[in-house]
């Protein structure tokens, strides 16, 4: 069983929100889609459903093509970020609602409900209402109504983006398990990075209603097709610079160069974008060897402090970076930095954002 994207696009009016798209999602995995908002992931997630009939291509699920067929007669359920509950009415009822409209027998809609009601942890509170629920159990209720449907296809959209930091971890933790339990096809929308590590699976990459990469998510983190990919696939966005390699030297902007080694030594002459990514970012300390890394004069424009770290954005000539650095910072606004960087840690695509060769230290990951 599997759900099949066949050239698959949705147009508005003039305007494009889902470009030809073509992915085949295998059954029992997670697959989530990534994006920042407006990227199209909503939009590619309800063509996926029914919800919508795309403008052209076809959709195959479990070898049957679907693409007319009305989300009432597919096997699939969603969830989405609000508490989408029937507030009027029990736990134990809300979990059965989609039971009782297939007309199941009171004994098999018992048994379905107490064994989804138990994978969700939510047997002791079967018996009260949405209202009377922490947002974390609200969100367990519609998560285990849209399970206990039996669905082969379950979408998720950015269904703990509502949820306060302490419930969106346990979430995130239990998802992949529930997800293992079900055998389903899971779909997960999100806009952070970290949330599709955590989860795992397989990540495809949207942006302005493209779909960049997918893949096995560990994969297209670490080596992302194209600057597009790996500004997606990073939070805060992937740092660039514009670099020459000139024979054996890189000249960067501002008369600086360096030696073309790592990354570079491998490449022809030529003109390209370095990428790397906040948490890759050093503070040189007065008097101590770069020891092969690159050095940049920065000015420190902003502070971010959120306690176990500081995020610091830093002018560069005309680019502007963020670097991720531990614990609190006491630098200040203008501040003038010498920052570091391990060419390991650096990627080099082509003026057309193509990839042109990996970080060494993704490569041997």
Known sequence: MA??????????????????????????????????????????????????????????????????????DRKVAMVYQQFINYPSISVYDNI?????????????????????????KLTPLLQRKPLELSGGQQQRCALARALVKGAGLVLLDEPLANLDYKLREELRTEIPKIFEASGAIFVYATTEPEEALLLGGNTATLWEGRVTQFGPTPLVYRQPKDATTARVFSDPPMNFLPVTKAGARLLFGEGQNAPAGGTFAGIPDGRYLAGFRANHIEIARPGTPAGGALEFRCTLAVT??????????????????????????????????????????????????????????????
């Open 3 to 72: 759900l099949e994207l066949i050239g698959v696009s949705k147009e508005v009016g003039a305007r494009t929100h889902i470009a030809p798209t073509s992915l085949v999602l295998e059954k029992g995995t997670m697959n989530v889609l990534l994006g920042p908002t407006l990227s199209g992931k909503t939009s590619l997630m309800r063509l996926m459903a029914g919800l919508d009939v795309p403008t052209a291509g076809r959709i195959i699920w479990d070898g049957k093509d679907v693409t007319g067929m009305r989300v009432q």
């Open 96 to 120: 059965a609602s989609p039971l009782r409209l297939q007309r199941k027998s009171k004994a098999e809609i018992d048994s379905a409900v107490r064994a989804t009601a138990e994978m969700m």
């Open 304 to 365: 971010e402090i959120t306690g176990s770290e500081t995020f610091v954005h830093l002018d560069h000539g005309g680019d502007r970076w963020v670097g991720l650095l531990p614990g609190v910072q006491d630098y200040v606004a203008g501040d003038e930095l010498t920052i570091r960087l391990d060419p390991a840690f650096v990627y080099v695509f082509g003026e057309d954002g193509a990839l042109v060769a990996s970080a060494p230290y993704a490569a041997a990951a």
